[in-house]
């Protein structure tokens, strides 16, 4: 629930923020307003596509800089979720890589990016996510962990090696603002 107050405050911030006017005095004393306006689609707005170099990488920058993770942040793009995974967080994403999405049966790629399965993409997206930024170490002490689709995952420890909802982490790698888990395998919600 938090999430989703964090999320909505943050679009209704973003949403004021670009409504708003700019307003410069002339030599004459006289106010000139002028609006910003930008050629970008409107496909590519929001906090995800301001571009920062002083920063640490979020977790969408992450996911883009990596060889390994193309497909998953294709489904993000199509599922239309960047500007989630760029919020002040802290979230941890189990981010299954290219071979986890290889492994799934022939096709189910393809259909998921479909336009018309972009709410059932984004659902399953969002069960890789946990509100927190906790370590490999840190999850062997959890039982379950709640997903942003509503879901639980269950964590298990076998070793030294951490599965979470059946996937194993096998890397890890801190965000500004989370953490992301490199997962084995996609993480598929019971509903």
């Given at each position: ?51 920062d170099d002083e920063s640490a990488p ?134």
């Open positions: 629930m938090k999430t989703i107050l964090k999320l909505l405050f943050v679009s209704t911030a973003i949403l004021l923020f670009s409504a708003c006017k700019n307003e410069t005095t002339t030599e004459t004393g006289a106010t000139a307003e002028s609006s910003t306006t930008s050629d970008v689609p409107s496909s590519n707005q929001g906090q995800a596509f301001i571009e979020n977790l969408l920058q992450i996911a883009i800089g990596s060889p390994d993770h193309t497909t998953l942040v294709a489904a993000v793009q199509a599922a239309g979720l960047e500007n989630s995974l760029v919020n002040a967080g802290p979230l941890m994403v189990f981010a299954p890589t290219n071979a986890a999405f290889d492994a799934l049966p022939a096709g189910t790629v393809d259909e998921l990016l479909k336009p018309e399965n972009k709410d059932k993409l984004a659902y399953i997206l969002k069960h890789h996510v946990t509100p927190g930024n906790y370590s490999k170490d840190f999850l062997k002490k959890f039982k379950k962990v709640g997903q942003a689709s509503g879901e639980d995952a269950t964590v298990e420890v076998n070793g030294d090696n951490v599965f979470v909802g059946g996937a194993k982490i096998i890397a890890s790698v801190p965000a500004g603002n989370g953490i992301v888990h490199v997962v084995d395998k996609v993480i598929l919600p019971a509903n």
